[in-house]
């Protein structure tokens, strides 16, 4: 069993950014994809970022490419970070992180999900 959870949401303005946290805990969980994955009010959960996990490739949605910065901590092997800088209102969902061994850019890829945190980016 693999545990997630998230912190690091909030308000921000657009233009601002936010880094979200993803701690991971349970067995072998250092031998699982992350992976990120969004939810805006009324629709479908939606990729954000992956990344392999011994941190040979990360992956980015087209929509966030170049902004959102997806990575593993050296130290704390167990901790995955969700950099997002230039934020814009469209980014406004809650974001979950998640495990898995499976396809890195879809949902049926991963096995164990965080509860979420919401990220509101007024404009």
């Known amino acids: 069993q693999v545990q997630l959870a998230e912190s690091g949401g909030g308000l921000v303005q657009a233009g601002g950014s936010l880094r979200l946290s993803c701690v991971v805990s349970?067995?072998?969980?250092?031998?699982?994809?992350i992976g990120w994955f969004r939810q805006p009010s009324g629709q479908e959960r939606e990729f954000v970022a992956a990344?392999?996990?011994?941190?040979?490739?990360?992956?980015y949605a087209d929509s966030v490419k170049g902004r959102f910065t997806i990575s593993r901590d050296n130290a704390k092997k167990n901790t995955v970070y969700l950099q997002m800088n230039s934020l814009k209102p469209e980014d406004t969902a809650v974001y979950y992180c998640?495990?898995?061994?499976?396809?890195?850019?879809?949902?049926?890829?991963?096995?164990?999900w965080g509860q979420g945190t919401q990220v509101t980016v007024s404009s």
């Open positions: 998640a495990a898995g061994r499976g396809s890195l850019r879809m949902e049926l890829g991963y096995d164990y």
């Open positions: 990344i392999i996990w011994n941190g040979a490739g990360t992956y």
């Open positions: 349970g067995r072998t969980f250092d031998s699982y994809n």
